[in-house]
């Protein structure tokens, strides 16, 4: 044979022939090169909670995305939804990285023992009434219609943000942006495409994947008006005003939903967030349960 | 084997751009969704490599699926997909009349020659 035998021989090859492909190769750090001192004139606890907003989204999502492992209608499916999990972990631990190192940790650091990292902490130490994720993500998956109705939604609004974020005046901010930008367009890309086929698919399929935009459209109503957090860090260039994002999120979703024969609903009477706000709702409590339960239970534990 | 041939082999890696997907393909019900063999395309290799297969609904979802399976681990650049139906293989029955003629062929290699040094891949 003139070439490799299989890509993953030339995977192995490629990276020293030491027999660990499977354990990732060729991976970059998103912050390599990137100054992470905070820009003059940000105040440190304003960025930090503005990264709790974006890392505590990426953080629930991720759990009610892997809650469908073992339970999704196909394996291929399973897998897709548990990789657009850990894309969102990903971006949770980065931010909720920087909240730590810009010092906003609250109580956490002083529940979580020493050895764990503030990342750690922030994700399995605070509250629920310390979380500042939205209502959109924490709500129930309800069945696969809904998740991938939700999914487009939380995608597209996360999309529209990061895209504009690669700007931020914050380097790790803007790198940790450019690096979600593919991630969050592969997600949303496949959830649409889920939408098309749910809604433009059989009489049932159409049926469910009509109750998930219903069920999930009223949700949109809390994405859209900044805190004070976001409305000072917007000003100085380090955030994005959601009510910037409106327009694409808006065209995006109508135009799929749309193209899958559903049925647009009114534009939900717009509020400030609840979750932003720090009202977590009953169903986030039980979430982090399930979420922090093991690590609380068991604070020093290795795997 | 009695599937109807068509010979519309050589699809182009399928580009999954930012655009929203807007157009529907029809799909079918879950418990038709067909076979697919998936071939990669590593960083280094020079062929697309066949890897496994999967079920998708259709051919779109296919790649996709494929993408989340097989390349999960940067194996890739590029992905194939196609109906294992579509595929028209030789038969373990013919091996012998297939391949075995060529065994005692000794004159098709060219081993009768010196290589010269600079001449690679060979």
Redesign the interface.
């Known amino acids: 044979m003139g070439h490799e035998e299989t890509v993953y021989d030339a995977l192995d090859h490629a990276h020293g022939g030491e027999g660990q492909w499977a354990f990732g190769t060729g991976f970059d750090d998103p912050l390599a090169g990137v100054d992470t001192t905070v820009p003059e004139g940000i105040d440190p606890a304003d960025l930090g909670a503005y990264c709790l907003m974006l890392g505590d989204d990426a953080l629930v999502l991720c759990q009610r995305l892997t809650q469908w492992v073992t339970n999704a209608p196909e394996l291929e499916e399973e897998v897709a939804l548990a990789n657009c999990g850990l894309d969102l972990l990903g971006q949770a631990r980065l931010l909720l990285a920087r909240a730590g190192s810009v010092g906003v940790l609250g109580r956490s650091r002083t529940l979580a023992t020493d050895p764990v990292p503030d990342e750690d902490a922030l994700a399995y130490f605070r509250d629920p009434d310390e979380f500042r994720s939205s209502w959109l993500v924490a709500a129930p998956n309800g069945d696969f219609g809904q998740t991938v109705v939700r999914l487009l939604a939380a995608s597209a609004w996360r999309l529209a943000l990061f895209a504009r974020l690669r700007e931020s005046r914050d380097p790790v901010l803007a790198a940790i942006a450019a690096k979600g930008v593919p991630e969050l367009t592969y997600h949303r890309d496949h959830a649409a495409r889920w939408v098309l086929r749910l809604g433009d698919g059989t009489a049932e399929s159409h049926r469910r994947a009509q109750a998930g935009v219903d069920t999930v459209w009223p949700l949109l109503a809390d994405l859209f008006t900044a805190t004070d957090v976001e409305a000072r860090l917007a000003a100085t260039g380090v955030a994005v005003d959601p009510a910037q994002l409106r327009d694409e999120v808006r065209g995006v979703l109508t135009l799929v939903l749309e193209r899958a024969t559903l049925t647009v609903p009114a534009w939900p009477a717009e509020q400030p967030s609840r979750g932003r706000a720090g009202e977590p709702g009953p169903e986030l409590t039980a979430l982090l349960a399930d979420l922090q339960g093991l690590a609380r239970a068991h604070p020093d534990a290795v795997w | 084997m009695s599937t109807d041939l068509t010979a519309e082999g050589g699809h182009g890696a399928v580009p999954?751009g930012?655009e929203?997907?807007?157009?529907?393909?029809a799909?079918t019900?879950?418990r038709d969704?067909p076979l697919y063999e998936v071939f990669?395309?590593?960083?280094?290799?020079?062929?697309h490599?066949h890897?496994g297969s999967?079920?998708?609904?259709?051919d779109?979802?296919a790649v996709?699926?494929a993408r989340?399976?097989y390349t999960?681990?940067?194996?890739?650049v590029s992905i194939w997909v196609v109906r294992s139906a579509d595929i028209t293989a030789s038969s373990p029955d013919e091996k012998d009349p297939m391949f075995a003629p060529n065994g005692d062929k000794v004159y098709r290699h060219p081993t009768f020659y010196e290589i010269p040094e600079n001449v690679p891949?060979m």
């Open positions: 999954t930012p929203v997907p807007v157009e529907p393909k799909s019900a879950r969704w990669v395309r590593g960083k280094r290799g020079l062929n490599v890897v999967l079920h998708a609904p259709d779109e979802m996709h699926a989340d399976l999960r681990r940067n194996e890739g891949h």
